[in-house]
């Protein structure tokens, strides 16, 4: 077993460290103060790859292994987990469209999504179905050559701002079969966006509910065939989730390294913080649960590329767990700072905030248990 990283991995990790010094830290806080959505650093971003990491060659993307926009999205979320977040679920529906998209679809957004031009946003909340995403209920009806939707989308981000939707919605029976994903040009009639949702944190990046009134799209937007829309929204949270436990431990190294900074330079009692053993021994912990989340979040990486049975619990359990203990490590990394901490000089209280809401979304970290109990004890599955 060898956990070294290659030489073009460790390039790539630069690049992104380097743009994420230039292009993210300096804007950060004004981003999440003034809630700016940076669309065109979205636009620099692809221009690097990073919008079509894990995406495939033939839209333009760089067809990546998963471990390696980790590594991407790792560095930017060290200055800034809200805007690398966003940038982990345009990666994520881009990589759905030019998995599953018709030919046409493929062509129209492939290109543009891939280059950062055209951003999308993924849409499975509903305001009736949130941990049970399965009970959805936008209709899409086929109507000759069209599909029409109807219904509602919650909390979908980057609405309002994005060009494209990936879509779930009802076109059969109840449950997961009767789901189909479709690709929706963001601006069709009869969408509209609801108010802009008031956030903890993740502010750079906009919430908003979404409803479809007879929305007509034409059918080779579909996504694969009817029913497969859950399969795919599920096989895209797989790698969802460990994109966003992955901007855990991005913001987790963030205040890692500035509580390491800040004990060398504050003093009290005479002596440098670095001389208390209670801090000391918080800061081994924040670096030792990194590590350990960063090695979890790297293993699930490498089962769903190698397309591991178990690759979904091996996620699930990743997300589970570098969300809570990089969340404890962001906090730890606050009371390191004492007062400074609390205050929006330092960037310890938006990692905070920031990173508060991975514990909640692509599946709560409660779904996170629920998924790998599942396995383990209905399905027997033999996980070690
Ligand atoms: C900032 C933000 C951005 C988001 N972006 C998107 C997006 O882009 N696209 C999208 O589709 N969705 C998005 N979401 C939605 C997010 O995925 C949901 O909020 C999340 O899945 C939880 O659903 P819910 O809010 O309806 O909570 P509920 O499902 O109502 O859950 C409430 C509580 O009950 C618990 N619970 C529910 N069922 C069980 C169970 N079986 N066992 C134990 N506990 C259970 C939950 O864990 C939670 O603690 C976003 C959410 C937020 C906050």
């Known amino acids: 077993m060898d956990f070294r990283l290659s030489d073009e991995q460790q390039a790539f990790a630069q690049a992104a460290r380097d743009f994420a010094a230039g292009e993210l830290e300096p804007h950060a806080a004004r981003w999440d103060a003034e809630g700016i959505f940076p669309r065109s650093t979205f636009t620099r971003a692809g221009q690097l790859g990073f919008c079509a990491i894990y995406a495939p060659e033939s839209i333009g ?13 790792e560095e930017m979320a060290a200055v800034d987990p809200s805007t690398a977040a966003f940038l982990t679920i345009h990666n ?21 999504l891939a280059s950062g031009e055209k951003l999308a946003s993924y849409c499975l909340t509903e305001p009736g179905s949130g941990s049970d995403a399965a009970s959805l209920s936008t209709r899409a009806e086929k109507r000759g050559a069209a599909y029409v939707l109807n219904g509602s989308k919650a909390f979908i981000s980057g609405a309002g701002d994005t060009d494209v939707l990936v879509v779930m919605a009802r076109t059969g029976d ?40 007879n929305v007509e799209i034409p059918a080779d937007c579909l996504l694969g065939r009817e029913g497969d829309g859950f399969k795919f929204a599920m096989q895209g949270l797989d790698g969802g989730r460990i994109n966003i436990a992955t901007c855990s431990v991005g913001a987790a190294q963030g205040a890692y390294e500035a ?10 009692f005479g002596q440098t913080l670095a001389g ?10 924040m670096l030792t649960h990194i590590v350990a989340s960063r090695q979890m979040v790297r293993l699930a990486a490498a089962k769903l590329d ?71 004890l209905e399905k027997g599955a033999d996980i070690r």
């Not at 509580?259 to 009290?268: F, L, P, S």
């Open 61 to 73: 993307g760089l067809g990546l292994p998963r471990l390696d926009a980790t590594l991407v999205f």
């Open 92 to 112: 994520m529906a881009t990589w759905m469209i030019g998995s599953w998209g018709s030919d046409t679809v493929r062509e129209n957004w492939g290109p543009a």
């Open 174 to 213: 109840a449950g997961p079969k009767g789901v189909s994903a479709f690709v929706v040009p963001a601006d069709t009639a009869g969408i509209s966006y609801g108010r802009k949702e008031q956030k903890m944190g993740w502010n750079s990046q906009s919430t908003r509910p979404i409803s479809f009134e």
């Open 259 to 268: 509580a390491r900074r800040y004990m060398g330079e504050r003093k009290q």
């Open 276 to 285: 208390f053993q209670a801090l000391q021994f918080k800061l081994v912990d």
């Open 306 to 376: 190698a397309k591991d049975p178990d690759a979904s619990s091996y996620c699930a359990m990743a997300k589970r767990l570098a969300t809570d203990l990089c969340f404890q490590a962001c906090l730890d990394g606050q009371q390191i700072h004492g007062g400074y901490g609390y205050l929006k000089d330092y960037p310890l209280e938006r990692l905070v905030r920031d990173t508060r809401v991975h514990q909640i979304l692509e599946g709560t970290n409660e779904i996170m248990r629920v998924i790998v109990a599942r396995q383990i």
